[in-house]
């Protein structure tokens, strides 16, 4: 108002009849920067200071009427200009703290957006968000990132980032929820990630994806948040396995202890056998088959057992026997199981089947089998292979071994093998006591034998002598003399064979080699057996004896040999000639003796050269089952080999071949 005033007071000679200009300018002045207050303030000076100065008469209070409506309309323009520029003020002041409440909240938002970007960044979860149809990234926190194997991924769309497969695989996920605008929630969801390396591994996520929408409601992106949860998936898949694990491990060794409870109260061979093939089908194995090892190194297919009906047809057919050589164990899988090693197969080829076999027929047998695991484990007791246990399963079961399964596999063929020993072992225990038993018998009755005649012949001469008084004749002694002394020789053979046997056994009985002339030892051999074999009507007829054949043997043992197979024919000569022929050629000997005698039968041929073994009744033909083994004993310990052929009703023959010089032990090895 002052300035007003001094302008005024300025310019009174160009505002001539205008005195309120200035004023007036104060007043709007005042109120556009003061406000309403100011404003009336101004306007209430303004009006005394233009009566009391500007409007005549000047210096005075009075107004005139024309003076009273021109402050009366300069009141009215003021109170209205200072109206509207409080309200002008008001409405600048509330703009400008608009104006700073909005920079308030852009700068609040901000640093949200920059604490929820940080807080992104390094969460402990898999953060993404995709814009567009395209789906394109435009967040992807480190964790993430680092898990796709891409930190720049900003810009590139879903299609383009990991493994091509799964790829496509999410980004048709994110098409559909895109296009629907639902949300989608999986849980432990399958994810295959390349790795620095180039591998693909396997992950697990709990992933919720919800989709974001612009200023319209439309959907403009999809965030993801996504929780790896691979460690617990396996950690429970582990748990899982190892609980399955156990209750296999459990079920197996109910089965093992029950296996061995079932087992040990069989000592019957072919039951046992029968038991074990019953007890793994089918709860350990779809096929169990058994083949034992006979003493010629084949095998023998003993008990084939199987789970489904529909396999008999198959059975009989793996019963039957095949060629040798054409299957196991000489074929591939032979070499591991001869050498005491299982041969494991988790999935069965064709490649796998041709290692047990290449004939035809039997390969498409086993490929009609469809089998899917084979475990073919050896038997094996006391260091001992005693045969083959195979174990198999079908596709038609769906059951399959793994590697972990092999060893219950091993310990119930171990199980098994033990008990088919301890049953065969049994009966071997049974029949040396039985063979104990019936050589007793047989001994008692040879060592008698001898002696009843002697001792009749004794009694008959004190009879004589106390009937014939006087000395008795010297006829009747030398006869007397010649029975006793044949019983005493024939009592005298009977305990060295005993001997010879406990020598053999205990590895005792020894060897002296020396040159020896077969020819002239079987010469001596016949010449002392002629009279008995005269007695039996057998006539002793000799061939090649009348060429030296010296050799490097053991002469009393030699002699030994030659006796037991001469008195063996006379024995069973039936009163017919007997052939004697001793021949050498490129550097060996060979003794045969043929007789035309009862012959044996040919399932005794095996057993003949056994000791206490006799192909004819005791009760017929004496003797302790003795000779034969004695002979087979001390020629193979010089180095040589005796066989024998017969039929029944046709005579035996007897070869024996010896080296005519041989590296000879010291003693006869004592038997196995």
């Not at 895109?178 to 390396?197: I, V």
């Not at 008995?532 to 030699?558: I, K, M």
């Not at 000791?611 to 017929?620: D, I, L, Y």
Request: glycine share 8%; hydrophobic share 45%.
């Amino acid at each position: 108002v002052v300035l007003a005033f001094v302008a005024q007071e300025l310019l009174s000679t160009i505002t001539v009849g205008m005195p309120f200009l200035a004023f007036f300018a104060a007043v709007m002045f005042s109120g556009w920067r003061g406000g309403w207050g100011p404003g009336l303030v101004a306007t209430g000076l303004s009006l005394v200071t233009v009566d009391y100065y500007f409007l005549t008469p000047i210096h005075t209070w009075k107004v005139r009427t024309g003076s009273l409506i021109a402050l009366g309309l300069f009141l009215a323009l003021s109170l209205f200009v200072t109206l509207l520029n409080a309200r002008l003020r008001r409405a600048n002041m509330e703009r400008a703290s608009l104006l700073e409440s909005e920079r308030a909240a852009r700068a609040a938002a901000e640093y949200e957006r920059t604490r929820l970007r940080e807080l992104f960044m390094h969460a402990p979860a898999h953060l993404v968000i995709f814009r567009g149809p395209d789906h394109v990234f435009e967040l992807s926190n480190p964790l993430n990132s680092a898990m796709l194997g891409n930190p720049d991924l900003m810009g590139k769309p879903a299609r383009e980032v990991g493994p091509k497969e799964e790829a496509e695989r999410i980004s048709r996920l994110l098409d559909r929820i895109y296009a629907t605008g639902e949300p989608f929630q999986g849980k432990e969801m399958p994810l295959h990630l390349k790795q620095p390396d180039g591998s693909v591994r396997e992950y697990f996520f709990d992933i919720t994806y919800t989709p974001t929408h612009d200023t319209q409601g439309k959907v403009d992106g999809i965030a993801g948040f996504g929780f790896d949860v691979t460690g617990h998936v396996r950690a429970r898949a582990r748990a899982e396995q190892l609980a399955r694990e156990l209750s296999h491990n459990e079920e197996h060794l109910r089965l093992l202890a029950g296996a061995s409870s079932f087992l040990a109260t069989s000592l019957d061979y072919e039951a046992t056998l029968h038991n074990v093939v019953r007890l793994v089908v089918p709860t350990l194995a779809d096929w169990c088959i058994v083949d034992m090892a006979m003493e010629d190194g084949t095998f023998m297919r003993m008990e084939v057992a199987h789970a489904r009906t529909e396999s008999q047809a198959h059975a009989e057919q793996l019963r039957t026997p095949v060629p040798e050589g054409q299957c196991y164990p000489s074929m591939g899988a032979g070499t591991l199981l001869l050498k005491g090693q299982p041969f494991f197969v988790e999935d069965v080829t064709d490649v796998d089947l041709k290692q047990l076999t290449d004939e035809p027929q039997r390969m498409e047998l086993l490929q009609a089998m469809k089998l899917r695991s084979l475990a073919m484990v050896p038997l094996v007791a006391r260091e001992r292979t005693l045969g083959i246990i195979s174990f198999a399963t079908s596709h038609a079961s769906g059951r399959s071994y793994l590697k972990a399964d092999l060893p219950i596999l091993q310990e119930m063929a171990n199980r098994a093998a033990l008990s088919m020993e301890n049953a065969r072992l049994y009966r071997e225990a049974r029949e040396a006591v039985r063979l104990r038993d019936e050589f007793l018998s047989i001994a008692s009755h040879e060592l008698k034998t001898p002696l009843t005649p002697l001792n009749l012949k004794l009694q008959s001469l004190r009879r004589e002598m106390d009937r014939t008084p006087g000395p008795v004749s010297r006829a009747m002694v030398e006869n007397y003399l010649e029975v006793g002394s044949r019983q005493l020789k024939k009592l005298a053979e009977l305990v060295n064979d005993l001997l010879d046997v406990s020598r053999i056994a205990s590895g005792h009985m020894s060897l002296e080699p020396a040159q020896v002339d077969l020819a002239e030892l079987v010469r001596d051999v016949v010449a002392a057996y002629e009279g008995p074999a005269a007695r039996t009507g057998s006539p002793l007829r000799l061939e090649g004896v009348d060429t030296v054949t010296t050799g490097w043997w053991d002469r009393p043992r030699l002699e030994q040999v030659v006796v037991n197979l001469v008195d063996n024919a006379i024995k069973y000569g039936q009163g017919r000639p007997i052939d004697i022929r001793v021949e050498a050629k490129d550097g060996r000997a060979t003794l045969t003796v043929r007789d035309q005698g009862i012959g044996i039968a040919a399932e005794s041929l095996p057993r003949l050269f056994g000791r206490f073994e006799r192909a004819v009744s005791e009760r017929h033909y004496g003797g302790l089952g003795l000779g034969l083994y004695i002979t087979r004993t001390l020629v193979e310990a010089m180095g040589g080999t005796v066989r024998v052929e017969s039929q029944l009703g046709q005579g035996a023959l007897f070869t024996v071949d010896l080296p005519l010089r041989a590296e000879l032990p010291g003693v006869v090895p004592a038997p196995s």
